[in-house]
DNA sequence: AACGGTCTTGACAACGTTGTCTAGGCGCCT
DNA sequence: AGGCGCCTAGACAACGTTGTCAAGACCGTT
């Protein structure tokens, strides 16, 4: 291959194959002991004596050798010790937690965590999907609820161990783990009627995702049980990413005919945080406003944002807990935990 | 094993294997082809019959078979092709921003990575690498520049590419990546400056982070540069993360004597944090201040906070590629990218 | 009818590792 | 001296896949 005196074979388009790691075989052959020996003084098993040991401990040592897992898993049949996590992107700071969270989990445990984003794709997801089980992750974790990806659950093949998060899956055997949505908004909403709010409204996000629609469902149900609200309340909802032109209509759609509107509850961050910009450009409107989701800014800005606060880190930690509870074979039936929101209360609930 | 007839091999531990995946031979069997002809199918080889190719197909989706990417990357001695990536944490921005900027590129080019945190702790982040090359890893990103982990070097076995970020190795052949930390301080003094603030002070934070020490010494460097600082300035530092307690101490002790502290450069997101926290509970307190690290509640406090924004995204790319390049074989010497700051003028700059 | 060629198919070995089994060496007993 | 058991060591097969090579079927040509 690498001869120098062999120039005909120069067309060698190999990229300078990484350096070969050093195998087992090279380790016996250099300790002059033998291939199994060799195996025996890696996986720490008895029955070698002490000087052969140190001999083949000292060619290791030299030759730098290190076990290749994947072949070592091959063999011994065993699981490949990991899992795959599937999220929606990895900067936002729920994702980003509950990739901590589920990592930790996984960690403790001597598992690797592979992750992908599906970036709203549900193509990308199915390929991070399919690439996973492909490598035989021994679970994973399915954390993409943003846009529709109802079409994964058909792409993991039956027998393979899954925790959804944020969204029940379809497949009926599998577990999930999300917030309680609906109590959420339903907290929110009580709030603001405690504050003495009487006409809301509800600034969503993406309607295709499973998270949104629950927490509309909550707005809904709330101002539909309480006579005190105004009816109208339940049709003022404006879908869809937000900026401050689309709040502008919203706002003034809401606001023309009697019992205007004086407080929103918003679906997400994004949302809560386009609302918050819109009142810096339009400091005439007062309104008060509870967010869905904590952020590091909320208790900074002013008026300090009241908030429900999802708890991420509880989530990953139960989703991936769950997860190994399968992997270790527990044959419950598929358990769907849901973990409580909690409202922070702050300053932007009155108006 | 599994045979139902020899009861007395009742003793069976294994916590019910996983479904079995079918393999290339069960497929074989089911479509009555050999082995090396499902090879054929499943990678797309010609020299199939069509009728053949068929029938093994309908086996494969009968079965549900997939291929064993280990088996097959060992079989071919090819790379894994996956990449490694060691951070410090999961929900900081910044590593978040930076992970998914990696994967991104890693994803384009069909690449799966590996993810893991080092969470402050030095062997934490070395058992991390042990674990990934032993999975054989194509490459690894080592973001984890908050502790000392510089003895993680050495555990990186040579002719392991791997690209630092935020820090240079100790190793002289591996390429790195970081923000221009000096520059940015600088910047962020010649801002107060031009203010009219001469006498400055430095919030820092864990001082055993090469990325800190870096800042610090911008500092330094361009308060000594320039004469009309208060040489008093280039001592003003506090070190350490902080809270009420440490800041306090800090400012009594920074305006105490003649020609007190009106302007403050934080070192990182946290040092700025706890400022800006500081400030709200001591409303008597007027001080100008930029942050390094941009965040998204900067632009929404009062006052907007003046930052030195680090390109996250930018930073993962340019890692992201680096490593690509040295996995294809670029034997050129090491590099070490530095990717510019951005001062964000916002208004906490004046007092 | 015999030959050469192309096309399709399968047998076999090998990747790096570990489980099983057997071969020696040694000490101890009768 | 012979037999037994223990300890150490190695030969070999196998995990699931793919590269190599050869065998056979079929075609068209001489």
Redesign the interface.
């Known amino acids: 291959m690498t001869t120098l005196s062999n120039g005909a074979a120069a067309s060698e388009p190999a990229?300078?194959r990484?350096?070969q790691?050093p195998t087992m075989v090279d380790v016996a052959r250099a300790s002059g002991a033998s291939l199994k020996t060799v195996s025996r003084v890696v996986n720490g098993e008895p029955g070698v004596r002490p000087v052969t040991a140190e001999r083949v401990q000292r060619a290791i040592a030299e030759l730098?050798f290190?076990?290749?897992?994947?072949?070592s898993?091959?063999r011994r049949g065993s699981?490949?010790a990991?899992i795959g996590m599937v999220l929606e992107?990895?900067?936002?700071?729920f994702?980003?937690?509950l990739?901590?969270a589920v990592?930790?989990v996984a960690?403790d445990r001597g598992y690797?965590?592979?992750?992908?984003?599906a970036e709203n794709d549900p193509e990308?997801a199915a390929r991070l999907v399919?690439?996973?089980?492909?490598?035989?992750v021994?679970g994973l974790i399915v954390a993409a609820s943003r846009a529709d990806h109802s079409d994964l659950d058909d792409c993991i093949?039956?027998?393979t161990?899954a925790v959804f998060v944020d969204r029940p899956s379809r497949r009926g055997d599998a577990d999930s783990v999300s917030s309680d949505n609906e109590g959420g908004t339903r907290a929110a909403v009580r709030h603001l009627v405690d504050l003495g709010h009487t006409s809301l409204g509800f600034l969503g996000a993406d309607e295709h995702s499973w998270t949104i629609r629950r927490r509309l469902d909550g707005y809904r149900s709330a101002v539909r049980a309480d006579p005190a609200i105004d009816p109208q309340s339940v049709e003022r909802i404006a879908m869809g990413p937000h900026d401050d032109d689309t709040i502008a209509a919203a706002w003034s759609s809401w606001t023309s005919g009697d019992n205007p509107v004086t407080a929103l509850v918003t679906a997400n961050n994004r949302a809560t945080?386009a609302l918050?910009?819109f009142l810096?450009s339009h400091p005439e409107i007062r309104v008060g406003y509870v967010g869905f989701d904590d952020?590091?800014?909320a208790e900074?800005?002013?008026p300090a944002v009241t908030v429900i606060a999802q708890d991420a880190d509880e989530i990953g930690r139960r989703a991936a807990e769950l997860l190994f509870d399968r992997?270790?074979?527990t044959?419950a039936a598929a358990q769907h935990v849901v973990i409580p929101t909690r409202l922070i209360q702050r300053d932007s609930g009155r108006r």
Chains 1, 2 share one sequence.
């Not at 690797?112 to 984003?117: D, F, K």
């Open positions: 990229p300078e990484s350096r790691w730098g290190q076990r290749n897992d994947g072949a898993m091959l699981s490949t990991s992107d990895f900067s936002g700071p994702y980003a937690m990739a901590g990592e930790r960690r690797l965590m592979l992750t992908g984003a990308r399919a690439a996973f089980t492909a490598r035989r021994d093949p039956a027998g161990r945080l918050v910009r810096r952020f590091e800014a900074l800005i002013q992997i270790a074979g044959a």
